[in-house]
Structure formats: structure tokens, C-alpha cells
């Protein structure tokens, strides 16, 4: 809670906006959800002086790529770029159908293409559910100071209605911001891929994102790998605003259930998950004391469990970094929702099969989070070349690849070299 105090809603330390590198910013998108256009909207309207869009859409869907032509049209001295999947890697390029089949996670395939165009020092990955205040990349970039290689955004959830959004709310203010920030305070590798600035020379140094493809876990990876490097990876001072415009209670679990099974697969620490919980350190609490004291165990679990009820709530009220969009009432109801379905989650992980479900594709996990696709993914068309709709005209590019060695199995990744060249010419 003290972290979390020290650490979020800070404002950025000034500094010379010109000394500062550009920014790409890699928008993977799947779907046209509802809050779509407002999300990508906060993107066109950041204060930052020097920063492209890249959008990449896994495939071909005549809606999604409108929204964003029309916010692309709205906005046209923002420099962007969108990517349509379908027509991303074709025989015409040295990104060879046989260089991706390898590529088992979704997310890292849709974003190759920009990665291979990002122009600037610094990558952010940021996910499609994600709104963003218009100083956050700014306070991020001010984050990466020397010897920081990753800035991460805790997840957290902007305000909206209906008690899923609260329960989901309490769940990344409350249990998942305890533990994110105190993996993080002392120094282990715990990073959402969700909103990660990243030093591209880090990725390039292992030959780029694709060396990342092998695992659904790829956040891990990636920060795992910039470590390996000697960087630091740090916490920004403002939390993800995760603003889906789709999401209910059995949506969250879900993801928590891929989430922990991810987790399981990453370290055996995460099986004693269950125990850092409110009510089983309760009952562990009151026992012990029990035996120890002979302190009555109902009263101990009570006192517990009511002192824990409380820090919960002023630490959502820090991470919030204001007043709460519900009541205290709405407030223990979700609470209570959420202690009581975390072992309905841990259960389901624990004992479930080793497939996961993510945007409608399966995958049969592995060690490491080693990925097996069980639906495929869209595979490279027999199309000419690829193509990138930039704001000022629509261009032909042939992208390379990397002669990189891919992770081993488990939480290592071998380095690798990397080469990679690059050339644009005008469509006629
Ligand atoms: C008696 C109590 C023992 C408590 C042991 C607690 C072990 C906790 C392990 C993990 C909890 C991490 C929760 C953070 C949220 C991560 C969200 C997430 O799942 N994200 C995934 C999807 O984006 C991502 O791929 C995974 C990222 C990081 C996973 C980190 C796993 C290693 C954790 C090792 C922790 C040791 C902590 C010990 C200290 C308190
Ligand atoms: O098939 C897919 C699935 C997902 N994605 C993109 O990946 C991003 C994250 O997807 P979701 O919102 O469905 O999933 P999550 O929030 O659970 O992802 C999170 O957990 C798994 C990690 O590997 C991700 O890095 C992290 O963002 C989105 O931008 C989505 O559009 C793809 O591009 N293709």
C-alpha cells in the first residue's frame, strides 16, 4: 500500500520535451468493440511531442478498419499507420510464410508488421481495450530513465456502469494491485503486457518481437529478456485504464482462469496463490494462533478479515487516486464477490486442462506457457506484397525478419543476432 502510495498519480518531473525520444505506439486489434473509437481516440489526442500510431488488425473486418480511416481522417497531422492482417506477410517478402509459422501467439503476430515499420527508440505495446489520459505517455517516457530498459502500467480499470465493472474494478484495485506492486517492489520479473514501453534496441537484440512468438505469455518474456540485458523494469505512475466496452462477471473470471493458468506455468509459486488470500489466511491465522496462544480462532478470523476489508478498500482508494465510482455497500457485495470467486479460479486453473481460450482461438499450453494453436491463425496469403496504409499515402513495403533463435522452453531465452533492413516505395 505504501508502494502503491509512493508510487502512483505523481506528476512527471519537467523536463526538456525536445531531448525526449519518439514513441511508437503498436495497437493490436481483434474486434470493433463499443468503446473502440472513444479508446483510440485518447491515443490521437496525447501530449507528447513525437509519436506515430501504428494499428494492426489481425483481420480483414471492413468496420474496424472504417473507425479507424475515420479517425486517421479526423486527425490527419497524427502520424499512423494501419496494418490489415490478411495482407501482412506474402512471398513477395523475406518474411516468408515458414518465418512465422512458428508464431503461435496471436498477439505478436498481428503487431510483426509494425514492429518491422516502428520507426522510433521506444516501442509501446498497448492493448485495444486501453484508454489513455493525454499526459500518460509523457509521465511513462519520464519513467525510463537510464538504466530502465521497461516501463509497465499496472492494470486497473476506468469507471463504468453496472456491477461487473465494479467487481473488476475491486478485483485490480484490491488483490491484484497487492500483489503486482509487491512482486514489484522487490525486484521480481511481474509485468502485464497491457501497456509496456519498451527500448526497441532490447527487442531487436534477440531479432525483434517474433523471438517472443512461441509463448502466450510473451509480456513475461519480453520483460524477462530486457532484464536478462541489465535494465530495470519499473512500474509507471499511472495505472492501465482498461475501458472494454464488453465485459460481465463470467468474461472476467475467464480471463482470470487463462491469466492463472499462465501463471502456474511461469512459476510454481503461483499454486500457493490460494494462501495469500483473505479468507484462507484468515483460517490460517486463526489456527495458528490458536495453537500457539489458544486465542480464539473465530474471533482472530474475524479481526483478519475485517482489518483486511479495510486496507482493500483504502488501497482501491489509492489506486483509484480518488473518490469511487460505487458505495461502500456496491463496494463489499464486489468484494465479497470477488475473495469468494478467486477459488472458484484457482480451482478451475489448477484442475482444468492446459487448453486456453483467448479472442476465440484456442491454445494447449505448454511449459513456460509454450504455445500449441489449436484453431489456426490466418495464414499469409499467396498476396503480392505488404501492405501499410501510412496518413500521408498508402505504400508498398517489403519487411525482413531476422535469422533469430527463438526462447527455449521455460522462463530463459536465449539471446540471438539480429539483422534487419528495411525498404518503401510508392504504390501506383
Ligand atoms: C504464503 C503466501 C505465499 C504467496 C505466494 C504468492 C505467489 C504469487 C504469484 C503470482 C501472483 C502474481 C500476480 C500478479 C498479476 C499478474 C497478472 C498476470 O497473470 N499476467 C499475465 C497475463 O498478462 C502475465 O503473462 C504474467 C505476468 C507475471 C507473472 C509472474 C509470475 C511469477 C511470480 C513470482 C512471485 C513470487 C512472489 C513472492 C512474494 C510475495
Ligand atoms: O488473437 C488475438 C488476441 C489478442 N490480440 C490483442 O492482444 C491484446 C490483448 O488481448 P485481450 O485484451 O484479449 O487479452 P488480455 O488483456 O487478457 O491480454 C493480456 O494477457 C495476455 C498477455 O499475453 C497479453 O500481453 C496481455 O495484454 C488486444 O489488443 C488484442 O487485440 C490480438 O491481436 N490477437
Redesign the pocket.
Known amino acids: 500500500m505504501s508502494y502503491s502510495l509512493y508510487k502512483f498519480h505523481r506528476k512527471p518531473s519537467h523536463s526538456n520535451l525536445k531531448e525526449i525520444p519518439g514513441v511508437s505506439i503498436i ?4 474486434g470493433l468493440d463499443t468503446n473502440l473509437y472513444e479508446n483510440l481516440k485518447t491515443f490521437f489526442n496525447l501530449q507528447y511531442p513525437r509519436y506515430e500510431l501504428l494499428f ?1 488488425v ?1 483481420e480483414h473486418d471492413n468496420e474496424l478498419i472504417d473507425l479507424i480511416e475515420r479517425l486517421r481522417e479526423e486527425y490527419p497531422d497524427v502520424d499512423s499507420q494501419l496494418f490489415v492482417g490478411s495482407q501482412k506477410f506474402s512471398s513477395g517478402d523475406k518474411l516468408l510464410k515458414n518465418d512465422t509459422m512458428d508464431i503461435k ?3 505478436i503476430y ?2 510483426l508488421p509494425a514492429y518491422e515499420k516502428a520507426q522510433y527508440p521506444y516501442i509501446l505495446i498497448s ?3 486501453l484508454l489513455m489520459h493525454e499526459h500518460t505517455l509523457y509521465d511513462m517516457v519520464m519513467c525510463m530513465t537510464d538504466n530502465v530498459g521497461l516501463v509497465h502500467q499496472m492494470p486497473f480499470t476506468c469507471d463504468r456502469k453496472g456491477f461487473a465493472a465494479s467487481v473488476e474494478k475491486v478485483y485490480f484495485g484490491t488483490q491484484h494491485a497487492r500483489m503486482y506492486m509487491t512482486i514489484n517492489l522487490i525486484g521480481i520479473n511481474c509485468v ?3 501497456s509496456c514501453l519498451i527500448r526497441k534496441e532490447c527487442i531487436d537484440r534477440v531479432g525483434g518481437l517474433r523471438a517472443f512468438g512461441h509463448y ?4 513475461y518474456y519480453i520483460a524477462y529478456e530486457v532484464a536478462k540485458q541489465g535494465w530495470k523494469l519499473r512500474v509507471a505512475s499511472t495505472p492501465a485504464q482498461q475501458n ?1 466496452g464488453e465485459y460481465s462477471v463470467s468474461t472476467w473470471i475467464d ?1 482470470m482462469i ?2 492463472c493458468k ?1 501463471r502456474m506455468r511461469l512459476s510454481p509459486l503461483a499454486y500457493l496463490e490460494p494462501l495469500q488470500e483473505c479468507f484462507s489466511s484468515a483460517i490460517l491465522a486463526g489456527i495458528v494462533t490458536n495453537y500457539l496462544f489458544e486465542w480464539n480462532a473465530l474471533v482472530v478470523a474475524a479481526c483478519h478479515i475485517l482489518i483486511w476489508f479495510i486496507l482493500d478498500y483504502l488501497m482501491l482508494r489509492i489506486t483509484q487516486g480518488g473518490a469511487l465510482p460505487f458505495s461502500k455497500f456496491e463496494f463489499a457485495i464486489a468484494w465479497l464477490l470477488r475473495e469468494f470467486s478467486s477459488f472458484y479460479i484457482y480451482f478451475k486453473a489448477f484442475t482444468g486442462s492446459s487448453i486456453v481460450k ?2 476465440g ?1 484456442e491454445y494447449r499450453l505448454g511449459s513456460g506457457t509454450r504455445a500449441e494453436e489449436l484453431s489456426s491463425l490466418p495464414l499469409p496469403p499467396p498476396a503480392p506484397s505488404l501492405l501499410v496504409e501510412s496518413s500521408s499515402s498508402t505504400t508498398l513495403s517489403s519487411s525482413s525478419s531476422s535469422n533469430s533463435t527463438l526462447p527455449v522452453a521455460g522462463p530463459h531465452l536465449l539471446s540471438s543476432s539480429s539483422s534487419s533492413t528495411k525498404q518503401s516505395s510508392q504504390l501506383v
Open positions: 495497437k493490436p486489434l481483434t494492426c489481425q501467439n496471436p498477439k498481428n503487431m492493448d485495444s481495450g502485464t503486457g497491457m502466450i505469455a510473451e509480456d472494454s480471463r487463462r491469466w499462465l483467448w479472442r482461438k
